[in-house]
């Protein structure tokens, strides 16, 4: 017997307290003595079949049935569960199935009632021996297309989609990726990538040279690939090659092309044409992109290791949103009846990030932009402390760390009071749809009204944000943005000075021209290992010259439960997928 028809059947048992049997049948709200025949009417059968129906209920743990021989001897009836617990577990079950449109049926298509299920349900499952991760999150995705502006979360699932040509550690250590070797001439302007062989994207297309200097010829045209692609004369393939020719030194391109907006993909997704499901090359394909959720499948023709997941699958809920990723949940027994909390011990890693939210000071020369006293009275009172002590702060805002600098290892900068000067009666501050950032701009438009200063907060989408920065057109004396760093965090930070639009249009022409010039020297001079040293000064001068104050570092949280091996918790706060398993269960 199907599910549903048992449930159907018990559900019609359930109202038994409402028929108007015999006085004495009822002990309790769900307890009974009653004939076979009274339950035989309330399921809308004969007394065989009926018999027949509690016996497989019974089984079930639905419902114990004590039957008494003879003619209308009362047998004793208990049903063990409300219909809404009962469905709610069974939902539970096909959750953790995959069957998750035959639960959203089962809960009459109760979106709050299947929402609250995903949560509960979180984690790892083993399925006819493969390894399933479920996740909830707080928000519909963004197309995964790595030459977009793309928020923390979508840069993690860029690098589980796609591959680049090489990859690049904290350190600066670069590696083989889609490129099993690469050389450079001695002057450092022609760099030769070699390609494995037989490479495929997720589609089946070919990867071939041809592709990739297609690629990079395209992403050379585009506005936000301008100054870091400027000193590229021309692209090159051969048989298995593709070859880069520079106008300029470049120490460490090789660094530079395993950023992830370099991530290999067909060249005509950059038309923005495929909608949502997009082809990559990575260790996970997406097999479905919608409002509701993400899925993802281990790809079987990656040219490295296999990921040990199978799936990953995350619905995208309203809820509050956090920083905090669970993989706490443990396949439950089949049963309602079994169903026990188990107890199991819970492991957590936390870190805070390398990026940070910042505020952007307009000095770009616009009648809109800031005097430099304006600039050194402004960042002398703002203040993140005071941005914290506002009791209405969501928990992910009040978890952040005060920043005192770009990344929180680099040397604290202590700025000295500033001398009060005029500010303007109105100030208007640009932020994109972020709940911390929101709550940063609500703060310092608090700390400003304290000054006199009336303030508008403008709100842009992320990409909307970065269209107007690269028109000019972000006009507003305040900015307050996130400087975000990947897994190759010395070139996430170099690429961030060198093309951020944001960042960018708030400087003036001398400033530009001077942080273009040191950049110039860094990639001439420098390999990628030296890259933070160098980068380190460059921003301390930003920020002494009061043209940025840095904000706040998130604090990010993995909890999984004991059950899981190799979760490890990555620079966007996500678990790493690709290296999650499961011990096997003992027989």
């Known amino acids: 017997m199907k599910d549903e028809r048992a449930l159907q059947y018990y559900e019609r048992l359930l109202s038994l307290g409402s028929k108007n049997l015999d006085a004495e049948r009822s002990v309790s709200n769900n307890e009974y003595y009653l004939p076979l025949a009274d339950v035989a009417e309330v399921l809308f059968t004969t007394a065989r079949h009926a018999r027949t129906v509690l016996q497989a209920l019974q089984q079930r743990g639905w419902l114990t049935w004590n039957p008494k021989v003879g003619r209308n001897q009362r047998s004793h009836l208990t049903l063990h569960f409300d219909a809404k617990t009962l469905r709610q577990q069974l939902g539970k079950e096909l959750i953790e199935q995959g069957q998750y449109e035959s639960a959203f049926s089962l809960l009459h298509g109760d979106q709050q009632q299947f929402s609250q299920l995903l949560h509960q349900t979180s984690g790892t499952m083993v399925r006819e021996g493969q390894l399933h991760i479920q996740l909830t999150y707080q928000r519909v995705f963004q197309p995964i297309l790595p030459h977009k502006p793309l928020r923390n979360s979508e840069r993690f699932l860029v690098r589980q989609i796609y591959s680049c040509l090489t990859a690049c550690d904290h350190e600066g250590n670069v590696s083989p990726q ?8 001695e002057n450092h302007t022609e760099w030769r990538f070699y390609l494995r062989p037989r490479l495929e994207f997720h589609s089946g297309l070919a990867l071939t040279p041809e592709v990739v200097a297609e690629l990079f010829s ?43 907006r370099y991530s290999i993909q067909p060249p005509k997704q950059l038309d923005g044409l495929g909608g949502r499901v997009v082809d990559g090359c990575g260790a996970f394909r997406v097999i479905e992109h919608s409002d509701e959720r993400l ?4 790809n079987d023709r990656f040219f490295d290791l296999p990921a040990l997941t199978d799936t990953v699958t995350i619905w995208q809920l309203d809820k509050t949103p956090n920083e905090r ?23 957590t890693q936390t870190r805070i990030e390398n990026g940070s939210l910042y505020l952007l000071l307009n000095a770009n020369g616009s009648l809109n932009s800031l005097s430099n006293l304006q600039r050194a009275y402004l960042c002398s009172v703002l203040s993140p402390y005071s941005i914290l002590e506002n009791p209405d702060l969501n928990p992910l805002s009040r978890a ?32 994109y749809d972020h709940q911390v950032i929101l709550d940063c701009a609500n703060g310092i438009k608090a700390q400003l009204a304290l000054l006199g200063v009336e303030c508008q907060i403008n ?34 930070v ?36 030296s890259y933070l040293k160098e980068l380190e000064s460059v921003a301390t001068n930003l920020l002494i010259e009061n043209r940025l104050l840095p904000l706040f570092h998130h604090r990010q949280t993995l909890r999984w439960g004991s059950v899981l091996q190799g979760v490890n918790i990555t620079d966007w706060s996500w678990p790493d997928f690709s290296n999650v398993w499961t011990e096997e269960e003992s027989r």
């Open 400 to 431: 952040s760390i005060p920043a005192h600098n770009i990344l929180p290892s680099w040397t604290k900068i202590k700025r000295r009071v500033a001398e009060r000067v005029a500010l303007p009666e109105t100030l208007s501050i640009a932020v």
């Open 459 to 492: 709100v842009y989408t992320l990409e909307a944000m970065h269209s107007k920065a690269n028109e000019g057109k972000l006009t507003e004396e305040i900015t307050i943005s996130s400087f975000i760093v990947d897994d190759n965090l010395p070139v996430s």
């Open 218 to 260: 395209k992403l050379k045209s585009l506005y936000e690939y301008d100054s870091e692609l400027a000193h590229l004369k021309a692209v090159k393939f051969g048989h298995q090659t593709v070859t880069f020719e520079l106008e300029r030194p470049d120490c460490s391109f090789d660094a530079l092309v395993s950023d992830l």
């Open 178 to 185: 889609l490129a099993h070797h690469w050389a450079v001439n």
């Open 295 to 298: 899925r993802l499948e281990a």
């Open 325 to 347: 990723i669970e993989l706490e949940h443990s396949q439950a027994e089949s049963s309602p009846a079994k169903h026990e909390n188990l107890n199991i011990q819970a492991h």
């Open 494 to 529: 170099y690429r961030w000075m060198c093309s951020d639009a944001v960042l960018r249009q708030g400087l003036d022409a001398p400033c530009l021209e001077w942080l273009d010039t040191q950049l110039s020297e860094i990639r001439e001079q420098q390999r990628t290992d």
